[in-house]
């Protein structure tokens, strides 16, 4: 299989619908970002990057950070997370405050945002919202093998002049009892993890410890443990694209997170990590051509847990 000639052929068949979509303007910096770009970055197994489009421009990978951050809570809290946060698909919108009153505070699951802000609250735990926000940084650097990597300070002080929203979760979420810092402090991370910047290779690279098995073959570092890998991609596969999950499972079959700066990862277990960006959303929060084209990829390969 020509995974390069795949790649460029789904850049070029989208060129036509670049700037579909409408990008995240909720978040003044995200607002200013050029719509038209598109960048597709397939690492596979056996350690082969393939790129096509926009791939090493780098962007923020905004809600992509809550599968990280869940790694490094798990990493550290083990199942006792599972106390504070679910595992169910919620069916509402990524910043949805209706299903926490009647679920007392915990949310249904680590990928909307009031949950991603309850796994954050536990990755604070012990430290200081500095400390936190560079364990972050490391564990992502040693993820994707690169010193360079580093978080968009303006983006970060935009989303915290505006995050009205997700104070407003946190918030509530305290009142609850089911956050444990200061709602400042676990936002102040949050924002931080949302703005890290990343292209598509070099997310495609962070993320490949999924597609296989726990370990990163191109460091040889052991992550997770294989059972785990396989538990974050169930995760995704349910909860990874909110209200379009179901949607996303139906047309690509692969776990996936979004992301509202336009990106995706996808996880092909056993094959490969992929990441898609662009910036132009659809309705529910989606990368619009990030979404199609991998579409196009699992129509191509036949990567799918489904089966081929
Ligand atoms: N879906 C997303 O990417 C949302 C992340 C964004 N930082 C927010 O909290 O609103």
């Not at 995200?30 to 791939?55: C, E, N, S, W, Y």
Request: with cysteine; glycine share 12%.
């Amino acid at each position: 299989m020509d995974l390069q000639l795949i790649a460029d052929e789904i850049v070029e068949a989208l060129e036509p619908r670049l700037g579909e979509g409408k990008v995240a303007d909720y978040i003044p910096e995200l607002a200013r970002v050029d719509p038209k770009q598109f960048g597709i970055a397939i690492t596979t197994v056996d350690g082969q990057t393939f790129k096509a489009g926009d791939a090493d421009t780098s962007f923020s990978i905004q809600s992509i950070s809550k599968v990280f951050m869940l790694t490094l809570a798990l990493g550290k809290a083990g199942e006792a997370i599972w106390k504070r946060v679910g595992r169910e698909p919620s069916g509402s919108s990524f910043n949805s405050i209706v299903q926490l009153e009647h679920e007392h505070g915990i949310p249904r699951n680590p990928f909307i945002n009031a949950g991603a802000i309850v796994v954050t609250d536990m990755v604070l735990a012990g430290h200081k919202p500095r400390e936190a926000i560079g364990e972050y940084l490391r564990f992502m650097r040693y993820l994707a093998d690169d010193e360079s990597l580093s978080i968009d300070e303006k983006v970060a002080q935009s989303e915290q002049k505006t995050g009205y929203r997700n104070f407003a979760l946190a918030n509530f979420m305290r009142g609850f009892g089911n956050l444990d810092h200061p709602v400042e402090h676990t936002l102040g991370v949050y924002f931080h993890q949302c703005a890290l910047a990343l292209s598509c290779v070099q997310l495609s690279h962070a993320g490949l410890f999924l597609a296989n098995r726990g370990t990163n073959p191109l460091t040889g570092f052991s992550v997770v443990s294989p059972k785990r890998a396989r538990r974050i991609n169930a995760l995704m596969l349910m909860c990874g694209h909110y209200d379009g999950s179901g949607d996303f499972a139906y047309q690509v079959g692969l776990p996936g997170k979004s992301g509202v700066g336009g990106g995706i990862l996808a996880v092909a277990p056993g094959k490969a990590s992929i990441a898609v960006w662009s910036p132009g959303l659809n309705k529910v929060g989606n990368s619009a051509l990030g979404s199609a084209a991998l579409e196009m990829l699992a129509t191509r390969t036949g990567w799918s847990v489904f089966g081929a």
